[in-house]
């Protein structure tokens, strides 16, 4: 079935590394990729997405990657700080309203 | 704005008890959403809807309902609480659906059935 999964379920950087998280997901039709931040007792927030006509993506710090031929998405965060350790999520809509699939999300934590 | 807001913010239930989550939001959005989210588990969609009056089963509706009455409203009724719905709900909304734009969503209610 489809399914959007993480490569690493913990991430652990030094404060003022890059970071790179990873996804994969299996359902070639999906055109429309998130990537969302937890922080531990809030909702998930929105930070980047890309649609399936690019292959990258860029925000304030963070870069989106997508790789359709591999099915492969990532999320580059520049300059890791504290504040961004949360867990991370991708998500994968697939064509419907009720099909967006979320992977079980890369905890990262930022060492001072 | 406050975007979405839902409460309680945490509840406690016997089995066999009902109970309404609520969700409301400010953004004059038309796409909502219920999703609930399980320990290292990602989101799974419960309901949703696209509009006022308009509502569809996501991946897991059993043992839930909800309604639409308004653009800004979309509550979450657990009528026969069992523990296996012992989880975080969060209530989520969009401006052009899941298919174009990214969800905002609440800080969650977390409801513990015992």
């Known amino acids: 079935g489809e399914s959007v999964g993480l490569h690493l379920p913990t991430l652990s950087v030094q404060e003022g590394d890059n970071s790179i998280i990873n996804c994969a997901y299996s359902?070639?039709?999906?055109?429309?990729f998130i990537w969302y931040k937890q922080e531990s007792g809030k909702g998930p927030q929105f930070i980047i997405d890309i649609r399936s006509n690019m292959d990258k993506r860029q925000g304030q710090r963070v870069t989106v990657l997508l790789n359709k031929t591999v099915k492969h998405l990532s999320l580059q965060i520049a300059a890791t700080q504290p504040g961004d350790s949360a867990v991370y999520f991708c998500a994968e809509s697939g064509g419907s309203q009720g099909n967006l699939i979320f992977g079980k999300g890369t905890k990262l934590s930022v060492k001072p | 704005n406050a975007g979405v807001t839902q409460t309680p913010k945490f509840r406690i239930l016997k089995i066999g008890q009902s109970m309404t989550l609520q969700c409301t939001q400010d953004?004059?959005?038309?796409?909502m959403y219920w999703y609930r989210q399980d320990p290292g588990m990602g989101l799974k969609l419960i309901y949703y809807s696209v509009g006022a009056g308009i509502t569809d089963k996501g991946e897991v509706p059993n043992g839930y309902n909800v309604s639409r009455s308004t653009t800004e409203d979309f509550p979450l009724r657990l009528e026969l609480a069992a523990p296996s719905q012992t989880s975080v709900y969060f209530c989520?909304?969009?401006?052009?659906?899941?298919?174009?734009?990214?969800?905002?969503f609440g800080n969650g209610t977390r409801l513990t059935v015992t």
């Open positions: 359902n070639s039709a999906s055109d429309y």
């Open positions: 953004m004059n959005h038309n796409y």
């Open positions: 989520a909304s969009s401006l052009t659906g899941l298919l174009n734009s990214p969800l905002h």
